[in-house]
T-cell receptor
Framework: GAGVSQSPSNKVTEKGKDVELRCDPI?????LYWYRQSLGQGLEFLIY????????KSGLPSDRFSAERTGGSVSTLTIQRTQQEDSAVYLC???????????????FGPGTRLTVT | AQTVTQSQPEMSVQEAETVTLSCTYD???????LFWYKQPPSRQMILVIR??????QNATENRFSVNFQKAAKSFSLKISDSQLGDTAMYFC???????????FGTGTRLTVIP
């Protein structure tokens, strides 16, 4: 399909292990966003990419979290030394242009449910 | 700082009836966008409706419409002729022009009862 895809769909990991979450945005979308959705909460912004650069990392909760984007397309969110409080759904979104130059509309993937045991 | 508040954690409605979900927001910006997203059990966030703050006319999309009150910073969603497929979490979101991200409320879980 032509939508945003994320993998894996679900990930269970042991506390202290590293995990990588992948996002494949809609082709041609230059802006990419990562959000975290904890149980019973709204979405919490993590990081924004414009092309391959990340002008806004203000939402990353700690230095255990990092993200990269290569080729202006696929992005990987890495969580090192996972903790139980990292358990959440991680959602990726993309938009045609960044900084709401257009409609401000973001298209979301189905998310990765991360469970840290 | 931008904040979005949804004061109704859960709501239910009979099939074919009308329901209104509430949302208020706080911002000092004058130009911004407001959105309602639907999140069914599949977790896929789906855009339901969008409103530009500079437009006075309320947005409508088929059975979905909004009541946008800019002075009151209120943005409610009305769902008419509710269908079973409308059962989902509904999130209100805000995005100021030039901002990098959406600000979301905590959501309202809507159940449509057959």
């Amino acid at each position: 399909g032509a939508g945003v895809s994320q993998s894996p769909s679900n990930k269970v990991t042991e506390k202290g292990k590293d995990v990588e979450l992948r996002c494949d945005p809609i082709s041609g979308h230059t802006a990419l966003y990562w959000y975290r959705q904890s149980l019973g909460q709204g979405l919490e912004f993590l990081i924004y990419f414009q092309g391959n650069s990340a002008p806004d990392k203000s939402g990353l909760p700690s230095d255990r979290f990092s993200a990269e984007r290569t080729g202006g397309s696929v992005s990987t969110l890495t969580i090192q030394r996972t903790q139980q409080e990292d358990s959440a759904v991680y959602l990726c979104a993309s938009s045609l242009v960044g900084r709401a130059a257009g409609t401000g509309e973001q298209y979301f993937g189905p998310g990765t449910r991360l469970t840290v045991t | 700082a931008q904040t979005v508040t949804q004061s109704q954690p859960e709501m239910s409605v009979q099939e074919a009836e009308t329901v209104t979900l509430s949302c208020t927001y706080d911002t000092s910006e004058s130009n911004y966008y407001l959105f309602w997203y639907k999140q069914p059990p599949s977790r896929q966030m789906i855009l339901v409706i969008r409103q530009e703050a500079y437009k006075q006319q309320n947005a409508t999309e088929n059975r979905f419409s909004v009541n946008f009150q800019k002075a009151a910073k209120s943005f409610s969603l009305k769902i008419s002729d509710s269908q079973l497929g409308d059962t989902a979490m509904y999130f209100c979101a805000f995005n100021s022009v030039g901002a990098n991200n959406l600000f979301f409320g905590t959501g309202t879980r809507l159940t449509v009862i057959p």
